[in-house]
Structure formats: C-alpha cells, structure tokens
C-alpha cells in the first residue's frame, strides 16, 4: 500500500539553526500538506501546497517557514532561524490522486527539537 | 473564533464493550468531518468520515453519526479491542487544510 515517508524521524538542532525536514508524498497524489503537533496537544495545520504554490497557511506559518517541491517526488518544509517553541512533531500529508480523493494521508512524522 | 473540539480528554473502556467518543463543532457552516486514530509515535490515520447531508455513517466496527442542530458529532467503536487502543481526533475538511480537536485518549482494559 503506498504511504508517506519523512525524513529524518528525529532532528536536534540549535536554535537559530536552519533546518529543512523532507517528506515523500503519495505518488500520485496532487495536493501536499504539513502540520505539527506540540508534545500533548492537537494537531495544528501550517500550509498547503497545490501546483506548486501555496494554496492555504495558518498563522504559524510565518515567514521562517517555507515549502518546495524540489523536484517530482519531494515535498520539504524549510524552517529558516528555528526557535525553541519549534519543538514539535511535524507530519506532511498528501491527498487528491487521479481518482480526485480528498482524504489526506499523513507520514509518521518527524520529531524536531531545539536546544 | 472558529474551533473544533473534544468533550472527554480520556476513555476507559473494557475489551468487549461499546465505545464513545464526542466532539463539538462551532462553524455551522462545516459540511466535512473526520474521525483520525493516532496510536503513539505514529501520525493521524484515517478511520471514517462524514458529509453534512448525513446523519450517520458506518465502517466496520465504527459508527459516526452527525447532529447538525447541536454541531455534535461522535464516533462509535463496537466491540472494542485493545488494538483500538489510540488518540482519536475529530476533524474539520475545509477542502485545503484540517482543522483538528483536541483529542481523546481511549484505554482499553483487558
């Protein structure tokens, strides 16, 4: 069955650092998703992505964070001077394959902490 | 502001029983919910959703029904398994993000 994959699983990085967290969506899939989860509190949506632009962004995504789709498979979200209360999981998303399906489907996510 | 939201922060159900999950809505407006199992360490899986011009929807195992005059919905899990033990999180669809509550914790004791 075809699933999400980010990378890495675990980052640890100094605050002010930048970091970049990557994310493989569904191959077939057209629409592109991140979200984060505070240790212990609900799943916050951040951005989303639909022909290579943003098409919907929360509050918090401020202008440290950014998304690309490098190329055909990839789908990554830039966080340019991290802050402490970046500490987060973050899980990317993709939905909308040939079959114009609107569930997301989320990958395991990537734990990032700031020190 | 618009919020999506959980009534029971933790369930504790036994292995065998029914199970019950509630969620209320403000946005009257919403049309599209979901039902997400989060087990630990893992990210939202899909279990069910639900269109506004229902009022009930069944999986297997899973029940959701949506009251449109109260914005309540909940999720119904029979026969519950410990497998089924997990985070459940109700969800708006706005098309292009989710809006996600707060979560509820289900235990379920052997």
């Known amino acids: 069955e075809p699933e999400v994959t980010q990378t890495p699983s675990h980052q640890v990085t100094q605050m002010g650092q930048e970091v970049i967290l990557r994310c493989v969506p569904i191959s077939n899939h057209l629409y592109f998703y991140w979200y984060r989860q505070i240790l212990g509190q609900k799943v916050e949506f951040l951005v989303s992505f639909y022909n290579n632009e943003i098409s919907e962004k929360s509050e918090i995504f401020d202008d440290q964070f950014s998304v690309e789709r490098p190329d055909g498979s990839n789908f990554t979200l830039k966080i340019r001077s991290t802050k402490l209360e970046d500490s987060a999981m973050y899980f990317c998303a993709s939905s909308g394959g040939l079959a114009g399906e609107s569930e997301q489907y989320f990958g395991p996510g990537t734990r990032l902490t700031v020190t | 502001g618009e919020s999506v939201g959980l009534h029971l922060p933790t369930l504790s159900v036994q292995e065998g029983d029914n199970s019950i999950i509630n969620c209320a809505y403000s946005n009257s407006a919403s049309d599209y919910f979901i039902w997400y199992k989060q087990e630990s360490g893992k990210g939202p899986q899909f279990i069910i959703d639900?269109?506004?011009?229902?009022d009930k929807r069944q999986g297997q195992r899973v029940t959701v029904l949506l009251n449109k005059t109260v914005k309540h919905l909940s999720l119904q899990i029979a026969a519950t398994q410990p497998g089924d033990s997990a985070v459940y999180f109700c969800?708006?669809?706005?098309?292009?993000?989710?809006?996600f509550g707060g979560g509820t914790r289900l235990m379920v004791k052997p």
């Open positions: 639900i269109r506004s011009n229902m």
């Open positions: 969800a708006e669809d706005a098309g292009n993000m989710l809006t």
